[in-house]
């Protein structure tokens, strides 16, 4: 079956440490994007791929980082830069432009202990 | 700059009432606006609007879109307590490099 697959489900981290999170898509979607999900926040994009080694900032970049190597994978790395790294994390891909929605992933739940 | 405001963040109702989910945008160059139903985990396509005046309608969710008026309601009849979730209003920007807009969704809780 065709989807998103984030990995881990659940992650903790010590303070100060990098930590990547895994998405992974077999959709065969042009774009992904990286959304970060606070209570009360809704979602917040981080980064965005349209294209294989092409991405661009979101409105809250500072203190992750992305590549795109292969078009079935937008790994997200939450740097020690990021003040307030705890957070639900949500993968998504989109055909195209995205002009008839996302698929989202199943998230990633970061902690910091 | 292009936002989206849903009211209200959270709500509280019986099982067998009615709510009204609301949307209003702000956007430069508007192409669609879309609901999303987030219960746990990954948020779930619910409708696309695209034209005003025109009900989408799916078993007692039905959404409607007001391009004039800039906004748009999510309607649900005789809520189940499997309806509460999280609703999200996106608006589809009418331009090649850009992504969804969201707003901060609506929390909804049916209590039996």
């Known amino acids: 079956d065709g989807g998103i697959t984030q990995s881990p489900k659940y992650l903790f981290r010590k303070e100060g440490q990098n930590v990547t999170l895994s998405c992974e898509q077999n959709?065969?979607?042009?774009?992904m994007y990286w959304y970060r999900q606070d209570p009360g926040q809704g979602l917040r994009l981080i980064y965005y791929?349209?294209?294989?080694?092409?991405?661009q900032k979101g409105d809250i970049a500072e203190g992750y980082s992305v590549s795109r190597e292969k078009k079935e994978s937008f790994p997200l790395t939450v740097t020690s830069a990021q003040k307030n790294p705890t957070a639900f994390y949500l993968c998504?891909?989109?055909?195209?432009?995205?002009?008839?929605?996302?698929?989202f992933g199943s998230g990633t739940r970061l902690t910091v202990v | 700059e292009d936002k989206v405001v849903q009211s209200p963040l959270s709500l509280v109702v019986h099982e067998g009432d009615t709510v009204t989910l609301n949307c209003s945008y702000e956007?430069?160059?508007?192409?669609?606006l879309l609901w999303y139903k987030q219960e746990k985990k990954a948020p779930t396509f619910l409708f696309m609007l695209?034209?005003?005046?025109i009900e989408k309608k799916s078993g007692r969710l039905s959404s409607i879109l007001d391009k004039k008026e800039l906004f748009s309601i999510l309607n649900i009849t005789a809520t189940q307590t499997g309806d509460s979730a999280i609703y999200l209003c996106?608006?589809?920007?009418?331009?090649?490099?850009?992504?969804?807009?969201f707003g901060k969704g609506t929390t909804l809780s049916v209590s039996s």
């Open positions: 695209t034209s005003s005046g």
């Open positions: 956007v430069t160059n508007f192409r669609s």
């Open positions: 791929s349209q294209i294989v080694n092409d991405f």
């Open positions: 996106a608006v589809v920007p009418n331009q090649a490099g850009t992504a969804l807009i």
């Open positions: 998504a891909s989109s055909s195209g432009q995205g002009f008839y929605g996302y698929t």
């Open positions: 959709l065969n979607h042009d774009a």
